[in-house]
């Protein structure tokens, strides 16, 4: 299927309705010329530049006829409202452009099944052409660099490696990659997502000796950590 076809396929929810591009005032925001602020949907900012993401955004949508499609139009704490974005005259969503030419990165945030498959081709297509972020080979960060993945703290970013262990503290899973618990690299899962992962067909404990990407914001305890919010922030990579 072309991706036009595809991508309209896959991520139709209903209008939010449309406007005019104001401003652009960072790499997924923008302002219409009504006023209302909009936060791009199921996408994250790569690590480059503020300034250079930003200029990505404006160079698709600045000053252009907008439409708005969403699954929930209710603002958030800022008061934006998140939505999938097309341009006027096209059927290829703003987020799927961005991730295609390298310049974002898909959130795992999207719980539709066949948007989210296409968003993420979307961001494969950009890494296996070396794109946008995806032309600096650290992009994706290894698991067995702790020290490498703590300098990204407070950033959203991709780590893959192979899970060493899978443990269970409280009402929390561990999916470990080294032996040292308090300097290794570990991703946390809340007891809340099980039933998440078991309706995906994914058992935690399988993990084991698999490898895995993972995607997330980046925290500092002991360790590098990154908390699983969301089934689609984990994809399980082909072989041991």
Do not use: H
């Not at 945030?109 to 972020?133: F, N, P, V, W």
């Not at 959203?156 to 690299?185: C, H, I, M, P």
């Not at 067909?201 to 969301?230: Q, T």
């Amino acid at each position: 299927m072309p991706i036009a076809a595809a991508v309209a396929a896959g991520c139709a929810f209903e209008s939010q309705g449309e406007g005019r591009v104001a401003a652009v005032l960072d790499a997924r925001t923008f302002r219409l010329d009504d006023g209302r602020e909009i936060r791009l949907a199921a996408i994250e900012p790569t690590a480059t530049g503020n300034a250079d993401r930003a200029s990505a955004l404006a160079a698709i949508i600045a000053g252009r006829e907008v439409r708005l499609s969403g699954q929930d139009d209710t603002p958030d704490r800022y008061g934006r409202q998140t939505a999938f974005v097309y341009l006027a005259s096209s059927e290829i969503s703003v987020q799927a452009q961005l991730l295609a030419q390298g310049e974002a990165l898909v959130s795992g945030a999207i719980t539709d099944k066949e948007c989210a498959a296409i968003l993420t081709a979307a961001e494969e297509t950009a890494r296996r052409a070396k794109l946008g972020t995806w032309a600096d080979p650290s992009a994706i960060k290894n698991a067995e660099s702790p020290g490498d993945i703590l300098a990204g703290i407070g950033r959203f970013t991709l780590v893959e490696g192979k899970v060493l262990s899978v443990r269970q503290a409280g009402a929390t899973t561990y999916l470990n990659f080294g032996r040292n618990w308090t300097r290794d690299f570990a991703v946390t899962i809340s007891r809340r997502m099980l039933a998440g992962f078991e309706a995906a067909g994914i058992a935690l404990k399988s993990l084991e000796n698999r490898r895995i990407r993972v995607r997330g914001w980046v925290e500092a305890r002991g360790g590098p950590r990154i908390d699983v919010l969301r089934v689609g922030q984990i994809e399980v990579l082909g072989g041991n």
